[in-house]
């Protein structure tokens, strides 16, 4: 898949969103690519499955 960086991950994580008309498709999609959505103070906060933790926030918008 190629995402090394916040803004990789970050933009393939809202270009899915886009695809999707529920957030929940959403997030049953982001899991089939390894990642999760956790709410955080800080906003959404896209998390890795495998173990890596948290890795970058969506902001308050998102």
Request: charged share 35%; with cysteine; hydrophobic share 35%.
């Amino acid at each position: 898949m190629g995402l090394e960086t916040k803004n990789d991950i970050r933009d393939f994580v809202m270009r899915e969103r886009l695809r999707c008309v529920s957030d929940r498709e959403w997030k049953f999609r982001l899991r089939g690519y390894g990642f999760a959505i956790r709410d955080t103070d800080e906003g959404p906060m896209v998390t890795s499955l495998i173990g890596r933790g948290d890795l970058c926030t969506l902001g308050a918008g998102a």
